[in-house]
């Protein structure tokens, strides 16, 4: 979950495991903190509440460092404008922070509905860069997998976004998620890296 950076399949070759292994450790590292935060402040928000300032700033910062990530990855493999896939994944990023500041002014069901369908549209960007790099660089079912259930959460994120119930600690249950995953692939990524050195 927590959308993974992207960058075409065809690119790839040139970035090395081990430098999308320390990316995808840090990017663990950043949604640990963000959950966390995300407990310790706003987590008993509900969907008819208006974000307060905490809220509004990590509901913003969350596609924000996932636009960052993405450019790391780009500079890593030294692509440009030729990836069209991280560009595009960069748009949704900086789409949704801009959203998500017009948000902080609404409700936080109508943050949660724009997070849906953020998580749904990245999730599939997510799932197809995993598929299109399995032969490339390998190790990438957990991020296939992460892809596919962050369009299923997105959906229910939109879907229960006028929910009453519906709280701030949905997100974080899914960005906590996303870190698992993203420590998962680290893991694979490590291991396919020890087998081919023997």
Do not use: C, H
Not at 163 to 179: C, P, W
Request: glycine share 8%; hydrophobic share 55%.
């Amino acid at each position: 979950m927590t959308q993974a950076t992207v960058t075409s399949s065809t690119t790839m070759p040139t970035t090395t495991s081990s430098g999308l292994r320390s990316l995808y450790l840090i990017r663990a590292a950043f949604s640990l903190i963000w959950v966390a935060l995300v407990v310790t402040t706003s987590s008993s928000l509900v969907s008819t509440d208006r974000p307060t300032l905490i809220s509004a700033v990590l509901l913003v910062i969350y596609p924000l460092w996932d636009v960052i990530a993405t450019l790391l990855e780009r500079r890593m493999a030294g692509i440009g404008s030729t990836d069209r896939v991280g560009a595009v994944n960069m748009a949704l990023g900086l789409a949704t922070a801009a959203g998500m500041i017009i948000a902080a002014f609404s409700t936080v069901g109508t943050a949660l509905a724009l997070f849906g369908i953020w998580a749904l549209l990245s999730g599939a960007i997510q799932l197809v860069v995993a598929i299109g790099r399995r032969r490339t660089v390998g190790a990438q079912w957990p991020m296939a997998i992460s892809g596919g259930l962050s369009v299923l959460a997105g959906a229910s994120f939109a879907a229960m976004s006028a929910s009453a119930t519906s709280s701030l600690s949905t997100v974080a249950g899914y960005s906590a998620f996303g870190a698992f995953w993203f420590l998962v692939s680290a893991t694979a990524l490590s291991i396919r890296s020890r087998r081919e050195k023997r």
